[in-house]
């Protein structure tokens, strides 16, 4: 694996203006992320780590600070459809199946027919739907969904998967097996990914790196190189490896005062 | 549908019972004034059959309307002067161009407010304002204006039509068109996607719901304002003109027929949209 830097961020602030006054969403965050890194941002709500996320998306903007994406601004890296980005829901338009949502966003970017059709059968197959392309969303479980919403990410095989909560809103059974599957994915594909959670576990089992937060304002308290190997059963959870490395997150969110 | 049936039935038969009584009540003095003249004493049932047969009463009763309506509409040559259908098909295809002339300016007015904020803050006032001026008397204005410059007609009654069924689908529209939520759009920015690609890959169809509520309202407003606009117009033609030559010369019969089929034509094109709604929703998944 290349050492090349993706994703680089240098004293990033960034302040919101709301009528109860300005909220510091981002305070002085400096982060290096790796080609091929998974790394987790993991902390209590309002500790910006969707800020964060959003910010290198290019959802929101900084208010000081440098950030690249590839090396260019994350504008640019959105336009150039460096990444894909899978929301806490699904998303997906009721009035399409799931092969034709999976399609949408290679219809906007203007990607042939033939190549459209070739695309979407191996992301459905990255993601074992594939006997759910003509279904339509209603008929798919939550699950399902949410990882159909991920195969249309995937789509146009940008390099970054940007995830935030993705599976905030499923049950643990479900959770621990696309957490399983997530894993096989990344493997398979060699995607860095940045991934929003506020499950400690969760983010033990998936990350080669961990970047633990605290609001008020929001900043990054500790980042953590997991030793984990890179084959993971969900057995490793009762490890004592994996349980030094949860504590480690559990004292740095405390640390931040997050439990308060 | 079928557990609606008896509740329906139910307050139809008690409309059509207060409509008789109330046929008796107004029409009785005319009828007792009738009898005085001949020296007559009425009994109760001659009085109510008198009420009920009158050629010019104050209230017809239903029968009479219906009995109306079936001579007009089935028995007179379509291209009789008195033929109902005749007069129903001035009145709707003023209607239907009025209707179709609001949902264009609706669609297109809806599309430049969500899209341009200078177009939302400088027109959507005069739109609303637009509605709080009665009908009533602008339709003589504007009737008088077009025909100065030559349009008369079907029009004129048109051109009322659109003024008032635009302002539901202007209305409906920006609701449907913003319906999508931050996600939705957020979601659509990650993609690069161009503002015309956000309204047709995901505006106009989430919008389609609200479309079809305000198509039934602008339908619905669609024919009274092509009826407002053959009143001051001195129309000879129409179901407006047909209500109003009844007024003139005290045949209610006549009012209450045209009135009904005013009604009954409103009823169907409604039902129309409805049908074409269901099929939209079906292919598109919408549940109600």
């Known amino acids: 694996m290349t050492d090349e830097t993706v994703i680089s961020a240098q004293s990033l602030d960034l302040t919101f203006q709301t009528n109860d006054g300005p909220v510091h969403a981002l305070k ?10 998974f790394i987790s941002f993991i902390g209590p709500s309002g500790c910006g780590k969707t800020t964060l996320l959003r910010v290198m998306a290019d959802l929101d903007q900084p208010t000081d600070g440098t950030i690249t994406i590839n090396g260019v601004s994350p504008k640019a890296a959105r336009e150039s459809r460096a990444y894909g980005y899978v929301f806490q829901s ?7 199946t799931i092969g034709k949502n999976i399609r949408l966003p290679l219809e906007i970017m203007g990607i042939s027919k033939s190549e459209q059709k070739e695309r979407v059968e191996k992301v459905l197959k990255l993601v074992e739907l594939e006997d759910f392309e003509k279904k339509f969303p209603w008929q798919l479980s939550g699950g399902m969904q949410q990882r159909a919403s991920i195969a249309r990410a995937l789509a146009f095989d940008a390099d970054i998967l940007l995830m935030d909560e993705p599976f905030g809103a499923l049950d643990e059974i479900v959770r621990d097996y696309l957490n399983e599957q997530l894993l096989k994915l990344w493997h398979s594909t060699k995607k860095t990914i940045c ?3 506020h499950s400690i576990p969760e983010a033990v089992y998936l990350s080669t790196k961990i970047v633990v937060m605290s609001p008020r304002p929001g900043r990054i308290i500790d980042i953590i190189e997991s030793d984990l190997p890179d084959k993971r059963p969900l057995e490793i959870r009762d490890t004592k490896e994996f349980i030094d490395i949860a504590q480690r997150v559990r004292e740095g969110l405390r640390a931040g005062h997050s439990y308060e | 549908m079928n ?36 020296d007559q004493k009425l009994s109760f049932s001659e009085l109510v059959h008198d009420t009920w047969s009158q050629k010019k009463p104050k209230l017809p009763t239903p029968h009479q309307v219906g009995y109306e309506m079936w001579k007009t509409i089935f028995d007179k040559k379509v291209t009789s002067k008195r033929s109902l259908v005749y007069h129903g098909w001035i009145t709707l295809s003023a209607t239907l161009a009025g209707f179709m002339l609001g949902t264009l300016l609706g669609i297109l007015l809806a599309l430049a407010i969500v899209h341009d904020k200078a177009t939302n803050l400088s027109v959507m006032p005069w739109i609303i304002t637009s509605q709080t001026i009665p009908i009533l008397a602008l339709a003589p204005m504007i009737i008088v204006v077009l025909s100065s ?9 048109a051109v009322i039509s659109m003024y008032l069924s635009f302002f539901p689908i202007v209305v409906g529209m920006v609701k449907g068109l913003r319906s999508p939520d931050l996600l939705e759009i957020d979601q659509m920015k990650t993609w690069s996607a161009s503002q015309f690609q956000i309204l047709i890959k995901l505006r106009l169809p989430k919008s389609i719901p609200f479309l079809f509520t305000s198509l039934k309202l602008g339908m619905a407003a669609s024919l009274v304002g092509a009826i407002v606009g053959e009143l001051p117009s001195g129309a000879i033609a129409g179901l ?19 009135l009904f089929t005013a009604a009954i034509l409103a009823a169907s094109l409604v039902g129309l949209i409805s049908i074409i709604q269901a099929f939209v929703f079906k292919r598109m998944m919408i549940v109600r």
Not at chain 2, 10 to 25: E, G, Q, R
Not at chain 2, 241 to 248: F, K, V
């Open chain 1, 28 to 37: 002085d965050v400096n982060l290096n992320i790796t080609k091929g890194d």
């Open chain 2, 240 to 258: 407006g003109a047909r209500m109003l030559s009844g007024s003139y010369y005290g045949q209610t019969i006549q009012i209450w027929s045209a």
């Open chain 1, 195 to 197: 991934f929003v959670t």
């Open chain 2, 3 to 38: 557990n609606a049936f008896l509740p329906v039935l139910t307050i139809s038969t008690f409309i059509v019972l207060i409509w008789y009584s109330f046929s008796i009540v107004l029409n009785s003095s005319w009828a007792l004034d009738k009898a005085e003249r001949n």
């Open chain 2, 149 to 157: 410059i030559g349009f008369t007609g079907l029009l004129p009654k």
């Open chain 1, 90 to 96: 699904a998303g997906l338009y009721p009035w399409r």
